[in-house]
């Protein structure tokens, strides 16, 4: 069945030092999302990307759909304390309708 | 935050009870979801619910069921509750507009079965 997939599982990195995951799907996918969860919160809605090859920036965050639609990747430039979280990767579940299907995360870990 | 609560917050019950959950919503949103979240499982889908009374199953639906009588409630009903069900349930929200709307989480429930 269809399957998204996150590595690393876990990282834990110095303050200051990048971080990067990524999001591997078994099929194409139309549109790709990223979401953070905090310990201890919910998951919260950090962006979508739509096209091929597309790149999106949040300050430190720069976010990256690949050419084929099945890969993306989040990184994270001179991580803080506060980029702390498990961060999930989710795709379009079948061929339409709203549903998600998440990646199983990866938590960052930072230490000052 | 979206409007979204859920309750009960936290609950322990025992095996082979009955337990419902319920997610409230004041965002008029069409679309709601229920979730799962379990260590080295990620997020994975209950049922999700495109309208009043209109419901389907995600992948893990088996000893679930839902129902969504009005636009803002969507009740997770576990029949009898299994030691397997201890989970932080999360309910969901999209707008469904067009495109792939993004989805707005409600704070969760934990649930511990005895």
């Known amino acids: 069945g269809q399957q998204v997939m996150q590595i690393p599982q876990y990282q834990h990195v110095q303050e200051g030092e990048d971080f990067t995951t990524y999001c591997n799907s078994s099929?194409?996918?139309?549109?790709i999302q990223w979401y953070k969860q905090r310990p201890g919160g919910h998951p919260v809605f950090l962006i979508q990307?739509?096209?091929?090859?597309e790149v999106k920036k949040q300050k430190r965050l720069t976010f990256q759909f690949g050419e084929a639609k099945k890969n993306s990747s989040l990184h994270i430039t001179a991580t803080q304390t506060t980029d702390v979280g498990t961060y999930f990767c989710?795709?379009?579940?079948?061929?339409?309708?709203?549903?998600?299907?998440f990646g199983k995360g990866t938590t960052l870990s930072v230490s000052s | 935050d979206a409007g979204i609560t859920q309750s009960p917050r936290h609950k322990v019950t025992e095996t082979g009870t009955p337990v419902t959950l319920r997610c409230h919503q004041t965002?008029?949103?069409?679309?709601m979801y229920w979730y799962r979240q379990d260590p080295g499982h990620g997020l994975r889908l209950i049922h999700y619910?495109?309208?009043?009374?209109?419901?389907d199953k995600g992948e893990v639906s088996d000893g679930y069921s839902v129902s969504r009588s009005k636009t803002e409630d969507f009740l997770l009903t576990l029949e009898s509750a299994t030691s397997s069900q201890t989970s932080v349930y999360f309910c969901?929200?999209?707008?469904?507009?067009?495109?792939?709307?993004?989805?707005?989480f409600g704070p969760g429930t934990r649930l511990t079965v005895t």
């Open positions: 969901a929200i999209s707008e469904g507009a067009g495109g792939q709307p993004e989805q707005y």
């Open positions: 099929t194409t996918l139309s549109n």
């Open positions: 990307l739509v096209k091929s090859g």
């Open positions: 989710a795709g379009p579940r079948g061929q339409a309708g709203t549903a998600l299907i």
């Open positions: 965002e008029n949103h069409r679309y």
């Open positions: 619910s495109y309208g009043v009374k209109d419901t």
